[in-house]
């Protein structure tokens, strides 16, 4: 059964550095987002992505945050200058109509 | 905006069965979702419902719907120890081109053998 995959699993940075969070979307699929969930919360929407625009972005992806499909399969989420609260489960999902909506495996960003 | 809440924590004996519930806020969700969360893990899509139905079952889970009191359940009949795990209810108000899923804090299940 097709999945979304992300690496790294684990990334561990130091405060200001940038990091770039990859996805692989399932490839039929059109629409694709990434959701954050900060230990012990809820899983909160960043930013959704169609026709290689943003579509629609919340109060968290300010100007640190990007988002990029550079080919035909992959989807990244960058951070120009992390914070330490920028430290998270990332999560990338992708759909091929918009009201269904399949996650990755998520990748745990470590700001130190 | 959408506001989902959920309880967070319920345990059962194995074999019984599993309720687990939701409330969200904006009765324009037309879509409503139930994801599983294991340990270490991504998020599954376990299920979901349109808001035109009042119930869907799919093998052990049946989803109810309630809209005028907007309360959506998850029940997993026969429990096993394997369905341990945090369940997540989630909302969709689509329009606009808006499509961003609300979670609730999700009930963490614990299967007791």
């Known amino acids: 059964e097709p999945e979304v995959t992300q690496t790294p699993s684990h990334q561990v940075t130091q405060m200001g550095q940038e990091v770039i969070l990859r996805c692989v979307p399932i490839?039929?699929?059109?629409?694709f987002y990434w959701y954050r969930q900060i230990l012990g919360q809820k899983v909160e929407f960043l930013v959704s992505?169609?026709?290689?625009?943003?579509?629609?972005k919340s109060e968290i992806f300010d100007d640190q945050f990007s988002v990029e499909r550079p080919d035909g399969s992959n989807f990244t989420l960058k951070i120009r200058s992390t914070k330490l609260e920028d430290s998270a489960m990332y999560f990338c999902?992708?759909?091929?109509?918009?009201?269904?909506?399949?996650f990755g495996p998520g990748t745990r960003l470590t700001v130190l | 905006g959408e506001d989902v809440e959920q309880s967070l924590f319920l345990s059962v004996r194995e074999g019984d069965s599993s309720v687990i519930n939701c409330t969200y806020t904006?009765?324009?969700?037309?879509?409503l979702y139930w994801y599983k969360q294991e340990p270490g893990a991504g998020l599954q899509l376990l299920t979901y419902?349109?808001?035109?139905?009042d119930m869907k079952q799919d093998q052990r889970l049946t989803v109810l719907l309630n809209k005028k009191d907007k309360h959506l359940s998850l029940r997993i009949a026969d429990t096993q120890t394997g369905d341990s795990a945090i369940y997540f209810c989630?909302?969709?108000?689509?329009?606009?081109?808006?499509?961003?899923?609300?979670f609730g804090k999700g009930t963490k299940l614990s299967v007791i053998p």
């Open positions: 999902a992708s759909s091929g109509q918009p009201d269904t909506q399949y």
């Open positions: 992505f169609y026709n290689n625009e943003i579509s629609e």
């Open positions: 904006d009765s324009s969700s037309t879509y």
């Open positions: 490839s039929n699929h059109l629409y």
């Open positions: 419902i349109f808001s035109n139905m």
């Open positions: 989630a909302g969709l108000v689509p329009g606009a081109g808006s499509y961003q899923l609300t």
